[in-house]
């Protein structure tokens, strides 16, 4: 079954580090658009990272610039979101999309990867 499975959350103190892992079962990542999106309790879900090589596009959250990177192991069936000082209101639930395009995953299809939760305390 082909599908995303994100990974990695915990509990972090602010200014600590954390590492998100998003793994592609039967596929590989590297002609697709990868994002990462979280939603903190009560609030909307936000984009805060997109990757489109295909379509030479990157987009950063301005709130994460700096902080969060994204990368990909060799074989491209893993990509991973490297969170850096990190703070109180970081804290939601993490999801990582992959689809054709950007315009996709903005239109919710693509795969989806279900969420991995990041709590960050003050």
């Known amino acids: 079954e082909v599908q995303l499975q994100a990974s990695g959350g915990g509990l972090v103190q602010a200014g600590g580090s954390l590492r998100l892992s998003c793994a592609a079962s039967?596929?590989?990542?590297?002609?697709?658009?990868i994002a990462w999106f979280r939603q903190a309790p009560g609030k909307e879900r936000e984009g805060i990272l997109c990757?489109?090589?295909?379509?030479?596009?990157?987009y950063y959250l301005d709130s994460v610039k700096g902080r969060f990177i994204m990368s990909a192991d060799n074989a491209k069936t893993t990509v991973y979101l490297q969170m850096n000082s990190l703070k109180p209101e970081d804290t939601a639930v993490y999801y990582c999309?992959?689809?054709?395009?950007?315009?996709?995953?903005?239109?919710?299809?693509?795969?989806w990867g279900e969420g991995t939760l990041v709590t960050v305390s003050s």
């Open positions: 999309a992959a689809a054709n395009n950007i315009a996709a995953i903005q239109g919710g299809s693509g795969y």
């Open positions: 039967e596929f590989t990542l590297d002609d697709y658009a």
């Open positions: 990757i489109s090589s295909t379509e030479g596009t990157t």
